[in-house]
């Protein structure tokens, strides 16, 4: 194996070992020293790839920046959807998302490291400018405001309803609560149209994979 | 003063003492040792409150279980709006709330200590299961799923939005995210008649101490 390749595997074993660490510890309770015994590597081969915590936790944060990759459509909101449904799809599925987002709501990280809500609200705002620009929305739908709620929202499904004995995966809350706000954000000729059912997230993720190879 | 409100207030003192520093820290980033030098007490003072670490921040949690006091409307679905509006009020001027908060998502604290979430889903439930029976909500909602969207969106926004640089409070983002969801709630001549607007939850909030005092 040539000696980059072996690199990209290396950092991708201790961003999964460190993603694991801080999804058991919190960011305050996880140390160098598990995380490089839990991904099987010396320290020397740690501090080559990243300096220290504060470093390991940010290449966690950076992967959950992945924005990118959702197929365009004839109407635009199914991108949001499809957004929203695709990354419920994939949280339980990657520790490393799911580290990033418990990182993201620790006070103490927010204040030192860059997260990836600013993005995804420009993200989900990009499409909701569209999706005004096509007559999708209804008069009074502001882009920012929208994306801020829908990303909170999401948020708050994401961290809140895995614990509720309810019997209901993350891909089901998302698309209940996407019923529930999209009726406030599409005219209904859009809202009629949309895809909100579970295994959508799951079909999305699939078309990623292989539009991406 | 008797001693027995002394040790009310120095259970208090601990209990905020220690919701700062669980702020600061996290769960397992905290120590007994600063929440006693913050509280400004004897370890042998704290230990006859809490005996550990974790019955302190099950102490913190326990406080965040306020889901008495809101006044009776004559539209049910207004006291939801009251006690979520009410809540966003309190949490940026409550340390011992934001704490809880905080703890509540941690999936280490959730995994072994009770958390509020029951209990608020629980009350927001009843609160619209009584609606359903008067009428005011349209045919398709089902209180419990409602009453979890509902929580889990409030969090959301109480974690992600306070952290984006829109200039607005929790409150703002709380009605805002009401006016969202409240369409697929309530029937029109209800909706038309909910209150929403900022200032909603300090009235409510001095409604209450009013009523308690």
Redesign the interface.
């Known amino acids: 194996m040539a000696s980059q390749a072996r690199g990209v595997r290396t950092r991708r074993q201790l961003l999964e070992a460190a993603a694991t660490t801080f999804?058991?510890?919190?960011?305050?309770?996880a140390s160098i020293g598990e995380i490089t015994q839990r991904a099987g590597l010396t320290r020397g081969a740690v501090y080559f790839h990243f300096a220290s915590k504060e470093e390991l936790a940010q290449g966690v944060l950076d992967e959950a920046v992945t924005t990118e990759g959702v197929r365009s459509q004839p109407i635009r909101l199914q991108e949001l959807v499809d957004a929203a449904m695709a990354l419920a799809y994939r949280l339980p599925r990657e520790p490393v998302l799911a580290a990033a987002l418990?990182l993201a709501?620790?006070?103490?990280v927010?204040g030192s490291l860059r997260?990836a809500?600013?993005e995804w609200?420009e993200l989900l705002a990009g499409i909701l400018e569209d999706a005004v620009r096509r007559g999708e929305t209804l008069p009074h739908v502001d882009p920012?405001?929208?994306a801020?709620?829908v990303?909170?929202?999401?948020?708050?499904?994401a961290?809140?309803?895995d614990?509720?004995p309810?019997g209901h995966d993350l891909e089901h809350?998302v698309g209940?609560?996407l019923?529930?706000?999209l009726?406030?954000?599409a005219v209904p000729a859009v809202l009629a149209r949309l895809d909100t059912a579970p295994g959508r997230g799951q079909r999305v993720v699939a078309e990623m994979a292989r539009d991406a190879s």
């Open positions: 999804l058991e510890h919190g960011y305050e309770g418990r709501v620790d006070k103490g927010r997260t809500w600013p609200i920012g405001e929208a801020r709620l990303m909170s929202s999401w948020t708050g499904a961290l809140v309803l614990g509720v309810d809350h209940t609560l019923d529930y706000l009726p406030s954000i």
